[in-house]
């Protein structure tokens, strides 16, 4: 497809969302490198020139990365965005405030939603948010991404948006062990409501708007992902409460299943500021093997009984 606006675009990770990302933009036209640390282009070539470099690389080697680049020159023109969904466990740095400090100068963009990438490599249909605080940098990527099979909208939380696609991962654990033990639907649609709530308080703490956790990026990546086997996230609580260790699952999932690492960080952030959060605390216990599935599934149902809002008209 030729495009008279076409930009172009280097995709930092060779894994399966960043390939899934490259050939979207490459089916819209656009002159698309790919970097991995096997393939043979250097990075120095494939950010020759970028005027948008996107980061699908997972958690751990986001620093490492964002380095590498900054040694290389980059336009301020260019606009990075992050397609990432995790936490860094030293400093509980997102991944778009690692590219920022990086880059103070650049606009960044946060890329997330209900995504699984086998689905949109088979060209199913499926819709995301960009998020920035730069207006013109996120309509920017949503017109490059845009098409008849990927509908995206631009968002002017990217604290939220990024929260969103990070906490879920939580969450899609606790759901594929509700699934693996099969507790049934009520169980499902309990779990992954009160997940919601958990996600909003943590995000507004952190600074996200509570309405952008009940858009794609919140609530739509917690259906997607709750839902699928296709997701890795819930793939591990699965096979859990099938009886598995943590370490057998994990030796055999392809790609990175970011909800592993989240939790811990969650858990010592939540802790430090005094945020309730039972369901991400039970999927902690469960990962580090302190507690069965089904101790986990006692302890959150017979947590002290409350209400299910706190209103602040007392209501
Ligand atoms: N797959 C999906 O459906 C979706 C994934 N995401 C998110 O995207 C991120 C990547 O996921 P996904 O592509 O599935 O994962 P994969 O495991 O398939 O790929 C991970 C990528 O990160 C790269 N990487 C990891 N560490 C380093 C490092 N130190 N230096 C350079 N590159 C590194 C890997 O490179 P190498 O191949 O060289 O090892 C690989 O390209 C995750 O945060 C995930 O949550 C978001 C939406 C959808
Ligand atoms: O984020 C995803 C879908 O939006 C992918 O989920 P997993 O990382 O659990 O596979």
Redesign the pocket.
């Known amino acids: 497809m030729t495009n008279d606006n076409s930009q172009s675009v280097a995709i930092l990770?060779?894994?399966?969302?960043?390939t899934a990302l490259a050939n979207l933009a490459a089916a819209n036209g656009h002159q698309v490198r790919v970097w991995?640390?096997?393939g043979e282009e250097t990075l120095e070539a494939v950010l020759e020139d970028a005027q948008i470099i996107l980061s699908?690389?997972?958690?751990?080697?986001v620093r490492?990365?964002a380095a590498q680049v900054k040694s290389l020159p980059v336009s301020p023109e260019t606009i990075f965005v992050t397609?990432?969904?995790?936490l860094e466990p030293e400093t509980t740095c997102t991944p778009s405030q690692i590219w920022q400090s990086a880059f103070p100068d650049n606009a960044v963009v946060v890329l997330s939603g209900p995504?699984?990438?086998?689905e949109i490599e088979m060209e199913l249909p499926a819709a995301t948010v960009v998020a920035s605080n730069i207006f013109t940098a996120a309509q920017a990527v949503q017109l490059v991404f845009s098409s008849n099979r990927f509908r995206v909208y631009t968002n002017p939380d990217p604290v939220g948006v990024e929260l969103g696609?990070t906490l879920k991962?939580v969450i899609a654990i606790a759901a594929g062990v509700c699934d693996g033990l099969q507790l049934g639907t009520n169980a499902k649609a309990g779990l992954v409501t009160r997940g919601l709530t958990e996600m909003v308080r943590i995000g507004n703490f952190w600074g996200a708007k509570t309405e952008t956790f009940y858009g794609l990026s919140g609530l739509g990546d917690l259906l997607a992902t709750c839902n699928s086997p296709l997701s890795r996230n819930y793939q591990v609580g699965y096979q859990l409460a099938a009886g598995k260790t943590l370490e057998e699952v994990l030796s055999h999932l392809q790609?990175?299943a970011?909800g592993v690492n989240t939790c811990r960080v969650l858990m010592q952030r939540a802790r430090q500021q005094n945020i309730p959060v039972p369901i991400t605390e039970q999927v902690d216990r469960l990962l580090q093997g302190k507690i069965t599935p089904q101790q986990a599934l006692d302890e959150l149902m017979l947590r002290d009984i409350k209400p299910e809002y706190h209103f602040e008209d007392g209501n």
């Open positions: 990770g060779a894994g399966a969302w960043g991995s640390r096997w699908a690389i997972s958690m751990k080697g490492d990365v397609a990432t969904k995790g995504n699984l990438s086998k696609g991962n790609g990175t970011e």
